[in-house]
Nanobody, 124 residues
Framework: VQLQASGGGLVQAGGSLRLSCSAS????????MGWFRQAPGKEREAVAA????????QYADSVKGRFTISRDNAKNTAYLQMNDLKPEDTAAYYC??????????????????WGQGTQVTVSS
């Protein structure tokens, strides 16, 4: 499966952005989807994940209540709605896919397919 992330940009603190991750390839809907981010000089960290059918979600503590992950399988697209953005949310954001039969987790090790990053910059 091929993944294409988009929607990043520059926003002021308190603002909102919506990231999109378009998936293509065979059975592209049969994957859990996740969002991860990496700030300069820091390790990549998990942000949110959603099961292949949208039935369950998981969030990192740092984004709970502010970010919402969703998906539209008819459009083969996953989304990350980011509200109340903070300067510490500044990072390159990556979407990733894990096979539907894998354990549903935020752990990066189960995500086999990765898209390119989209930059999110939050100014104070």
């Amino acid at each position: 499966v091929q993944l294409q992330a988009s929607g990043g940009g520059l926003v002021q603190a308190g603002g909102s952005l919506r990231l999109s991750c378009s998936a293509s390839g065979r059975s592209s809907n049969m994957y859990h989807m996740g969002w991860f981010r990496q700030a300069p000089g820091k390790e990549r960290e998990a942000v949110a994940a959603i099961t292949y059918n949208g039935g369950s979600t998981q969030y990192a503590d740092s984004v709970k209540g502010r970010f919402t992950i969703s998906r539209d399988n008819a459009k083969n697209t996953a989304y990350l709605q980011m509200n109340d953005l903070k300067p510490e949310d500044t990072a390159a954001y990556y979407c990733a896919a894990a096979r539907a039969w894998s354990v549903f987790t935020l752990a990066q090790r189960v995500f086999e397919y990765w898209g390119q990053g989209t930059q999110v910059t939050v100014s104070s």
